[in-house]
């Protein structure tokens, strides 16, 4: 099967920014997410994606990579652009979700692309709590203050489990890779006239520090960004032209966040960009990348246990 490009879907939100380049043209609504792995956004096949996978299944997901719960792709994978705060916010883990939300829980990771020189993220409290203290934080609009923000830099990667307390701070460009779900309970959203979800998000919160951003396993030609058993990212610099080899077990996702050039194999050459999504099906064979002067991307794939 030759590679897949993936048609991006622009989502309106109420923190976004209508400055979308270079990764795309301006817009002229406030976009604040552009999503690639849902079930309806569209493929180079002339299908939707949930479509192509039922039509192709194994050849395309891989044989050790199942559909998501519900039939999804495994893997959801957006583009983050915020002029203003998001909402203080956790997602619950596979469990909760399952029994409550009928999809799956979600777990994610962020990878700056671009950050203003006071942007933050919060992610953790800023000391241990108990669910009564956090609580009357929520009712006296003190939430924020029980968060640890951090200073978000370009290159920087942030892995979110489900159950972490979070936020994304204005002034970002990020990559977020995660579980194929859209369950989001907000704790707290600076007034705005949005539902808040406090006994769910309290049902599921951890009310604990955080770590901080990640620091990134080197290898050979690339490095790891983040790993667990929903997905796994790496990262390429591409100073020469990269070639890989498609897996049998799972796919491969290609995002290009810097640069442009080609994606070839041997079923032909195309041109790609930043902002491109490719799905590289498991029985795609040999592809390469070559990107003058410099080409960066991401790989992302189903890990497994």
Known sequence: MK?????????????????????????PE?????????????????????ALMEREGSRLLGSAVPPAFGGRFPILFKFLFTE????????????????????????EMWYVLRAS???????????????????????????EEALTWWP?????????????????????????IQQNSDITYRIWDYNRPREL?????????????????????VFAGGELLASCKYFATE???????????????RFHLIVVVRGEGTLSSSHGQWSTRQGDCWLIPSQCGVYRLDGLPELEILRVYVPGE
């Open 197 to 217: 979800h406090v006994e769910s998000a309290m049902a599921v919160a951890k009310l604990a520090p955080y770590a901080g951003p990640a620091t990134p396993l």
């Open 30 to 50: 406030k976009t604040g997410e552009v999503w690639y792995t849902s079930d309806d956004n569209q493929t180079s096949e002339g299908v939707s994606l949930r």
């Open 235 to 249: 990262r390429y610099e591409l100073l020469d032209p990269g070639e890989w080899h498609s897996d049998a077990e």
């Open 84 to 107: 203003e705060k998001l909402s203080v916010q956790v997602h619950p883990d596979d469990a909760y979700a399952e029994d409550n939300e009928s999809s799956p829980g979600k777990t």
């Open 117 to 143: 020189a006071d942007a933050t993220l919060a992610a953790g409290c800023n000391q241990s709590m108990e669910p009564v203290e956090f609580r009357q934080a929520i009712y006296e609009g003190r939430v």
């Open 152 to 176: 978000a830099k370009a290159g920087e990667t942030y892995f979110i489990p489900a159950t972490t307390v979070h936020a994304v701070g204005a002034g970002l460009v990020i990559c977020e």
């Open 3 to 27: 590679p897949v490009r993936l048609t991006p879907k622009f989502v309106e939100r109420v923190w976004g920014t209508r400055k979308l380049s270079p990764w795309f043209p301006d817009a």
